[in-house]
């Protein structure tokens, strides 16, 4: 069956300090990967992209992913979190018109 | 600027009412989405529209209907069939073959 984990629903990290939240996968062949942020009460906001090619993705706000297709994972990180990037966190996969969801993880930041 | 809406962005309903949720875009994209997001539980899929007169169900769409009857609308009704409507409900769009999703601002519906 095709789904995506987020194996932590909690995660707390202090300010400035580095960050990586996990994201593993199952699908008959490699998907499109994504990573998506929404902050309390709004819509998603496309962080990063995985189709094809290098596997160390660059975004916004100064996240990044690696795509692991030997341990299906997709994990997102960033050197350094500002408290600002306290917000919820979603892994997606899929191809064309539909995406399977994680549940979320949501950020908290420690001052 | 170009962008999807949802509107309204908070409403209330009575049991036993149906209600609709309005979604507009202006990016000329071919496909839009429905998707409800609760508490610990991610996007679920309700239905979506590839193109204009043509819709599928997603995995929860029992309870709603939509149409499709403009490029850049898609309306969803949740009828009062829906068991548990209270939710947060989001509409998102992607260019044909183009699994990026634009989402917009979400309409929360609480059911009083």
């Known amino acids: 069956a095709q789904s995506v984990t987020q194996p932590d629903i909690h995660i707390t990290v202090s300010e400035g300090a580095s960050l990586e939240l996990r994201c593993n996968y199952s699908?008959?062949?490699?998907?499109?990967l994504f990573w998506y942020v929404q902050s309390p009460g709004q819509g998603l906001q496309l962080l990063l992209k995985y189709f094809s090619g290098d596997t160390l993705v660059q975004g916004i706000k100064g996240f990044e992913a690696e795509f692991k297709r030997s341990q299906s994972s997709f994990n997102l990180r960033k050197p350094s979190v500002h408290w600002s990037d306290a917000a919820e966190y979603f892994c997606?996969?899929?191809?064309?018109?539909?995406?399977?969801w994680g549940a979320g993880t949501k950020l908290i930041i420690k001052p | 600027d170009g962008g999807i809406t949802q509107s309204p962005k908070y409403l209330f309903r009575k049991e036993g009412q149906n209600v609709t949720l309005s979604c507009e875009q202006n990016l000329n994209h071919d496909a839009m989405y429905w998707y409800r997001q609760d508490p610990g539980q991610g996007l679920r899929l309700i239905y979506y529209s590839q193109i204009v007169n043509d819709f599928q169900k997603g995995d929860i769409a029992e309870g709603y209907s939509v149409s499709r009857e403009k490029k850049e609308s898609f309306p969803l009704t949740v009828t009062s069939a829906q068991k548990n409507p209270t939710a947060f409900y989001l509409c998102?769009?992607?260019?044909?073959?183009?699994?990026?999703?634009?989402f917009g601002q979400g309409t929360r519906l609480t059911v009083v």
């Open positions: 998102a769009s992607s260019e044909e073959g183009n699994t990026e999703a634009f």
């Open positions: 997606a996969v899929g191809a064309w018109y539909q995406l399977i």
């Open positions: 699908y008959g062949a490699t998907p499109y």
